[in-house]
Nanobody
Framework: QVQLVESGGGLVQAGGSLRLACAASGLTFSRYSMGWFRQAPGKRREFVSAIASSGGTVHADSVKGRFTISRDNAKSTTYLQMNSVKPEDTAVYYC?????????????????WGQGTQVTVSS
């Protein structure tokens, strides 16, 4: 059974930093591309960042230069380092796993999802 468990969310002041982690189990982690998505109240889910099994990455324009995605295959964990956070980054953040080798920005392409972790940025 595949499980993705996010952690690291919380309350942070604008301009601060936070690191999210997503621990995966029940899958061959190194063969999956991993993504982060977020959903704010009353808004649609949106793509944040993704990392391929090869290590290639892609970020949404809204977070480019501020967020960094990485992975540790030995720990079956992917991370989202969030720097210079803004109030508009407030959302529930979800990680997702994609069994293909490609980077996808559409949530429809992902096979497994975590339960999410809340990030709240105060102004």
């Amino acid at each position: 059974q595949v499980q993705l468990v996010e952690s690291g969310g919380g309350l942070v002041q604008a301009g601060g930093s936070l690191r999210l982690a997503c621990a995966a189990s029940g899958l061959t982690f190194s063969r999956y591309s991993m993504g982060w998505f977020r959903q704010a109240p009353g808004k649609r889910r949106e793509f944040v960042s993704a990392i391929a099994s090869s290590g290639g990455t892609v970020h949404a324009d809204s977070v480019k230069g501020r967020f960094t995605i990485s992975r540790d295959n030995a720990k079956s964990t992917t991370y989202l380092q969030m720097n210079s956070v803004k109030p508009e980054d407030t959302a529930v953040y979800y990680c997702a796993a994609d069994r293909t080798l490609f980077l996808h920005t559409s949530g429809d392409r992902y096979d497994y999802w975590g339960q999410g972790t809340q990030v709240t940025v105060s102004s």
